[in-house]
T-cell receptor, first 116, second 115 residues
Framework: GAVVSQHPSRVICKSGTSVKIECRSL??????MFWYRQFPKQSLMLMAT?????????EQGVEKDKFLINHASLTLSTLTVTSAHPEDSSFYIC????????????FGPGTRLLVL | AQTVTQSQPEMSVQEAETVTLSCTYD???????LFWYKQPPSRQMILVIR??????QNATENRFSVNFQKAAKSFSLKISDSQLGDAAMYFC????????????FGAGTRLTVKP
């Protein structure tokens, strides 16, 4: 199947700093990429959807100025957590899809963020 | 809005036996997609099986099969000949055909496989 990578796999930062997470589709071009957040022992919550070259669409309740998403190419999307605070500590997962209708989403391995 | 319900927070199965994980969903749409994803301790989400709502035939992938009951809005996953490597969190997911960017996940079922 298609492979999606994320970097870094885990990051620890101080409160107030910004953290960038990269998501890459390694063997396919991703028309659409998704960013999810997963709290311990909970399900995935969609944060935003991005199409290459377009502004991301954020889910209700997700601060777009705090979680900056850039989908600069068909193989790369980045999520920047700006001025991170301890409550932003979570597991962030990206997902990528080739086409539109009916296409399967492939998930990255996730990034664990811990804000001290 | 569509919702996905997994009523079994935890399940366990003996190695080599069969287990069924339940999933129900609520929707007013007639065309959609259903998925089962596996999330092992590594946290990597892995697609197990998918089903298009317009297909009456139940999807099958090796030891994994589904029982798709469209009228009942039920989508259960059967794992046959369970292996130790099947131990993971299993998420049922729904995606609309019209709103293709909105994939809804259930709360998950943690499967334990006993040797």
């Amino acid at each position: 199947g298609a492979v999606v990578s994320q970097h870094p796999s885990r990051v620890i930062c101080k409160s107030g700093t910004s953290v960038k997470i990269e998501c890459r589709s390694l063997d396919f071009q991703a028309t659409t990429m998704f960013w999810y957040r997963q709290f311990p022992k909970q399900s995935l919550m969609l944060m935003a959807t991005s199409n290459e070259g377009s502004k991301a669409t954020y889910e209700q309740g997700v601060e777009k100025d705090k979680f900056l998403i850039n989908h600069a190419s068909l193989t790369l999307s980045t999520l920047t957590v700006t001025s991170a605070h301890p409550e932003d500590s979570s597991f962030y997962i990206c997902s990528a899809r080739v086409g539109t209708i009916g296409e399967t989403q492939y998930f990255g391995p996730g990034t664990r963020l811990l804000v001290l | 809005a569509q919702t996905v319900t997994q009523s079994q927070p935890e399940m366990s199965v003996q190695e080599a036996e069969t287990v069924t994980l339940s999933c129900t969903y609520d929707t007013s749409e007639s065309d959609y997609y259903l998925f089962w994803y596996k999330q092992p301790p590594s946290r990597q989400m892995i697609l197990v099986i998918r089903q298009e709502a317009y297909k009456q035939q139940n999807a099958t992938e090796n030891r994994f099969s589904v029982n798709f009951q469209k009228a009942a809005k039920s989508f259960s996953l059967k794992i046959s000949d369970s292996q130790l490597g099947d131990a993971a969190m299993y998420f049922c997911a729904y995606r609309s055909r019209d709103n293709n960017n909105d994939m809804r996940f259930g709360a998950g079922t943690r499967l334990t496989v006993k040797p």
